[in-house]
């Protein structure tokens, strides 16, 4: 079987159908694309660092560090390059061959985003690549972020455009939108993605997904991430209600409509069994954070996730 051509005009249609298929032919396709575009056995790892805990003025209604609700979060400030740096060489030790450094604000202030700069440029002497996730950018920052280094920038669609003023009301879809192309413009690889679980039907998730693959280019890192709820925050009632099974789902369907991408399996992991873990895999998803610590929540101990690789006969992608 030939790998079709990428495509960038899905209709909504196409992408339920392939979305709502019996599952072990979804599960088959998915499987069977990635193994034409990866190693179906390599999996790429990062490992993420808090950069600014908490204290954000958005109102994500997910979030642990939007300072509109009581998480019970701390508020640190910015983290030294020196301790970002120690970091990152432990990162590197454990087998990471990404570091990805995120920020709680809506966007990066002068005296800060030069900081990142240091940052950025430290962690590139390490021979990593480095990824940053600080909110929205001018294009000019982005163009500054490009010329330190920076391989990849992260920022999240989170869901359709429909259900974006249900989760947040600080800023738009649209301006999401526009960091993203900012990115893409200044030269760097793109990471965006989305959560599920946060009230949204099937069709916001095909949406979403068709939101990314109609891009002129797709994003190069697609990281699907699992609702975590966090007591004190609106979301905190959606708990236990996503079907882990639909969940595989949008992992493959991201697979099918975007075969060259990465897709990572995000977070929520800390809570999934291994073998959901495994469907993932086999649905197509190649990279993961690995480390004790997302950026405020758990993620599997990094033995557990070794174990996990060896039990699957899963190898860390070498940079
Ligand atoms: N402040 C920046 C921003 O929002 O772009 C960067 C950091 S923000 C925490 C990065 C991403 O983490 C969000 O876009 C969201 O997709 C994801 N995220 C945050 N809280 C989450 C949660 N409780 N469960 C799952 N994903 C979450
Ligand atoms: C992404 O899509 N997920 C990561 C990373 N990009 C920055 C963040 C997940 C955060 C989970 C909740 C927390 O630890 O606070
Ligand atoms: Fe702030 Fe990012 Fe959390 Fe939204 S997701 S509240 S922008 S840290």
């Given at each position: 079987m030939s790998t079709p051509s990428i495509r960038h005009d899905w209709s909504i249609d196409e992408v339920r159908e392939i979305m709502n298929q019996p599952f072990n032919d979804l599960i088959f396709k998915a499987q069977s694309i990635h193994r034409e575009n990866f190693d179906p056995n390599e999996v790429q790892i990062s490992t993420l660092c808090n950069i600014k805990t908490g204290g954000c003025?958005?109102?994500?209604?997910?979030?642990?560090?939007?300072?509109?609700?009581?998480?019970?979060l701390e508020k640190e400030h910015m983290m030294a390059v020196e301790e970002v740096v120690e970091q990152a060489k432990a990162a590197k030790a454990a087998g990471a061959s990404r570091f990805c450094m995120g920020a709680a604000w809506r966007n990066p202030n002068k005296r800060d985003f030069a900081k990142v700069v240091d940052m950025i440029k430290a962690v590139k002497d390490l021979d990593m690549e480095v990824c940053t996730t600080l909110g929205m950018l001018t294009p000019e920052q982005a163009q500054e972020l490009s010329t330190a280094g920076l391989d990849y920038y992260n920022h999240n669609l989170d869901t359709s455009e429909a259900y974006y003023p249900k989760v947040?009301?600080?800023?738009t879809f649209q301006d999401r939108l526009d960091t993203l192309e900012s990115v893409r413009s200044a030269g760097m690889h793109v990471c965006s993605g989305g959560i599920i679980?946060?009230?949204?039907q099937q069709q916001d998730r095909a949406e979403l997904l068709r939101t990314f693959a109609n891009l002129e280019q797709h994003p190069d890192s697609v990281p699907i991430n699992l609702l975590v709820p966090i007591e004190?925050?609106?979301?905190?009632?959606?708990?236990?209600?996503?079907?882990e099974l639909d969940f595989v789902r949008v992992i493959a369907t991201a697979r099918i409509l975007m075969p060259k991408s990465f897709v990572r399996l995000s977070a929520g992991r800390n809570e999934m069994v291994e073998s959901t873990q495994a469907l993932c895999f086999l649905a197509g998803a190649n990279s993961i954070f690995y480390g004790d610590k997302l950026l405020t929540t758990e993620n599997p101990e990094a033995n557990k996730d070794k174990a996990l690789f060896e039990k699957l006969g899963i190898r860390p992608l070498q940079k």
């Open positions: 003025a958005e109102d994500c209604s997910y979030c642990s560090q939007s300072s509109r609700y009581d998480t019970g947040i009301t600080t800023r679980g946060m009230g949204e004190g925050t609106p979301l905190a009632e959606m708990r236990g209600k996503t079907d």
